[in-house]
């Protein structure tokens, strides 16, 4: 006796349905819960942290009073004269006329930060707490105005495309019910 393909494609469809919905949650997850326990998140772009935290890494930070920071830290800030964020280990901490100064230093790279030492200048600074090994390359393509509009559109022409042939069929079996009357 032949089997048809329809149970295993039904099958097929409802473990990819369940997969990307899985995916999504994830995804959305990986944002709500830590931003509603005040983490703040950075996508790690360059290699200078490989090792620690690889490129496309979603890093989460805290934020904590700058007097808390202690050497092998690891802070997400704008390096002086840079208009980019940052995410590099505390070298050193040293007091220079009074003030404490910084030096950071990728744990990839051999020397540290041309901008070091520095200043931070704010009471509080973001310290890395935890992080999401690649995760942040779904965050980087969804930045895009185009891949946004891809992962939006697509799923939803597939959809409609579906309902299109479910109503499609309905009307073949109807037309055919018909004639047989």
């Known amino acids: 006796m032949a089997s048809s393909g329809r149970p295993v494609q039904s099958t097929v469809r409802r473990l990819a349905g369940a997969l990307l919905l899985a995916g999504g949650l994830l995804l959305g997850l990986s944002v709500l819960v830590p931003a509603l326990l005040g983490y703040q998140r950075y996508v790690i772009t360059s290699g200078s942290m490989t090792g620690a935290y690889d490129r496309g890494s979603l890093v989460f930070d805290r934020v904590v009073p700058t007097a808390s920071l202690r050497v092998g830290d690891v802070i997400t800030f704008r390096p002086p004269g840079h208009a980019g964020l940052v995410t590099h280990r505390l070298a050193k901490i040293e007091t220079v006329r009074g003030q404490r100064v910084f030096v950071t230093r990728g744990d990839a790279n051999r020397v540290a930060d041309a901008w070091s030492p520095m200043k931070l200048q ?43 042939a479910g109503m499609w069929q309905q009307a073949g079996v109807e037309a055919r019910a018909a004639r047989t009357r």
């Open 122 to 164: 704010a009471t509080t600074q973001a310290r890395v707490a935890f992080h999401l090994p690649y995760l942040g390359f779904a965050f980087a393509v969804l930045s895009d105005r185009r891949a946004r509009m891809l992962v939006i559109g697509l799923p939803a022409l597939l959809i409609a495309l579906a309902a299109l």
